[in-house]
């Protein structure tokens, strides 16, 4: 029994489409006009196999934006009449601007297959196009053709049956649009809820694709929404909202950022899938490519722009961090004059507060001005575009790791944070690179040790140098996530990884507008965990290291403040496990006052500094961070300097962390592995430093 389908010819116009149109229904055609429109509605019949399929040939258009009738009259066809496949014609030698057309039709879920026409042409003008890897990246099955050859055809319309009876799967690959309009599209879309019920002309259509559109300010859907339903008004209120918020923070019309993610993910496709080209586009952001992802400058660019913002995050930050130092150390002051004192290491509410809150917390707070200068720079690097560019650089070498480069962007975003940065890997669909990038994510430095890196970097290395060790402590993060990363797929996690397209969006001039809420944002939360986190961790180190009190007796009485403070603390809980430790601490170098430091740093990195404080007794001092500074510097050598960054980097990822990746994995073991491994690597690499070096006599 003959089969009746029904199929949709789109494309832009001068794509070869009516060529195609022609050779598939040869005489089986009529022309007529839509109702309404002098528009051209050109039909016809092919068969293939049993099946008859009733062609429409739709007029060229460009996008989905219902601008001229020509548009309309495509739109209409595809979303009213719902053929059972379209067949979307993309001009082989124009492939990106093509391309355009073929993601709108895969947002708005068409069943979908792509002719790519004009291949012999594409061929002759040196394009070597790997069509199955563009196949696999675009999530569409795709056949080449050339039109006035017939080349091509019974392939087509094979795989067109097939997508029309749903045996050829078509994977949705949504676009990801960045993180601000990603946000806005979430609320929109949680707005909408039920009101995108069976009874709108919008029901048939992704609740994506409507959120999306409505935040594009599209004439026909928001009509057709408003229209639906009465209560659309409090879903467009919140749509008005999104979109003046990202006109703010982009600078510009959100649809026209979302077109540059649309282009920036076609991009990214066809760089990995064209393997050759002679196709030469004479645009700023091709120039700037050449340059910067090329395989010989694209590495060192990448180190080069990181060493720039380390230096800056130092150099920039040195006045205002000093700054609120010393008005720590005057509050200090303040508090010591106003509360009564009591003997060394007992429990007095002076102690509590100049000790445990403003040596704890504050210590923490006097790096603010760093943390702000380095999530600026990253923001910049973000919003601009290159931080995409940075994951394109690495594809290759992903590639021999087993992963994609795609697995790069959340070990970018680790080096704000670990936890977004984990839930990041979702974008990476093969479930063992998944695994396997969030495993590594933790050895990206995050921006809670970046406080612990500025402080004990100035410690020990004169100015000249601070950049350098701060770049050389990233980069080691990197490589030992890359080596970690191969060992996973060659063991816990074998197999082969699956491709994945790498979004290239065009670069942009980031705005103040736009640094400012970035940079505000994080730091904020940096602020906010100072004043919850690392203020309830700071009371709880405080009372650890204060409790039980030493006894007195003469001899007590008789030694200088200093010597109480260290007998008092040795004698309380956290010296009691911080001496517990020294048998393992001793052989890299550190002793049991650094020890304590590490247990508090196991809930959260910041709280290492607040530790230290505590240990060494700083709260009242002038310039808490300086004032610690100078005890460490006193009482370490460079090299276990080197071991507790060693250590810091790479070992006991934070609670919050292991938390998110039991929840991401879907399993406390992988948690519980990533944990254990990391410590067990940070403490025998720390190890290795510290006895070579001592071997060497470095740095004592």
Known sequence: M?????????????????????????????????PGVTVERKEGLARHNGSQIAVTDLPGTYSLTAWSPEELVA?????????????NVVDATNIERSLYLTVQLMEAGAPLVVALNMADVAAERGMAIDLDRLSALMGVPMVATVGHKGDGLDSLLATAVSVAEGRAATPSRPIDY?????????????????????????????????????????????????????????????????????RRVLGGEPEAAMADRRYGFISGACQEAIVQTAEARHITSDKIDAVVTSRVLGIPILLALMYVVFYAAFRLANGPGHWIGMALGRLSDLVSAALPAGPAGTLTLRSLAVDGIIGGVGSVIAFLPNVLVLFIAIAALEDSGYMARAAFVMDHLMHKLGLHGKSFIPMIIGFGCSVPAI????????????????????????????????????????????????????????????????LLRVTLLAGESHPLVMELPPYRMPTARGLAI?????????????????????????????????????????????????AALASSLAGRMG????????????????????????????VFIAQAA???????????????????????????????????LVASPCLATCAVTRRESGSWKWAALQWAGLTLMGYFLALA????????????
Request: charged share 20%; with cysteine.
């Open 2 to 34: 003959e089969k009746n389908l029904r199929a949709a010819l789109a494309g832009n116009p001068n794509c070869g489409k009516s060529t195609i149109f022609n050779a598939l229904t040869g005489a089986r055609q009529h022309v007529g006009n839509y």
């Open 614 to 648: 505590i240990a060494y007794g700083v709260g009242g001092s002038q310039d808490t961070s300086k004032s610690l500074r100078e005890q460490l510097a006193a009482n370490y050598s460079p090299l276990s300097a080197v071991c507790m960054l060693v250590f810091i």
């Open 178 to 246: 960045g993180r601000e309009i990603e946000e806005e599209l979430a609320k929109i879309t949680a707005a909408l809820g039920g009101l995108h019920d069976a009874g709108s002309p919008l029901s048939s259509r992704p609740l994506r694709w409507v959120a999306a559109k409505l935040l594009e300010n599209d004439d026909e859907v928001t009509a057709a929404f408003r229209n639906s339903t009465a209560q659309s008004d409090g879903v467009l209120a919140v749509v008005e909202k999104s979109r003046s918020h990202l």
């Open 423 to 486: 839930m990041a890997t979702r974008m990476v669909e093969d479930r063992r690179g998944r695994i396997t990038t969030m495993m590594v994510v933790p050895l990206m430095s995050c921006g809670a040790r970046f406080p612990v890196y500025a402080l004990i970097i100035p410690a020990f290395f004169a100015p000249s140098l601070r950049a350098p060790v701060l770049w050389l402590v990233y980069v080691l993060g990197i490589v030992l996530a890359v080596v970690s990363a191969k």
């Open 518 to 566: 970035h940079a505000w944002e994080r730091s904020w939360q940096y602020v906010k965990k100072a004043g919850t986190v690392i203020l309830a961790a700071s009371i709880l180190l405080w009372f650890v290291s204060n409790w039980p009190s030493p006894p007195t007796s003469p001899l007590t009485s008789a030694k200088s403040p200093s010597e109480a403070r260290s």
């Open 75 to 87: 739109r209409d066809v595809l979303f009213k009449e719902r053929p059972d496949v379209v067949i």
């Open 579 to 606: 001496h517990a430790m020294e048998p393992l601490l001793a052989p890299v170098g550190l002793d049991w006052r650094i020890g304590t430091a590490l247990v508090g740093a196991a809930a959260s990195k910041e």
């Open 689 to 700: 430093v510290f006895q070579i070096g001592s071997t060497l006599r470095l740095g004592n």
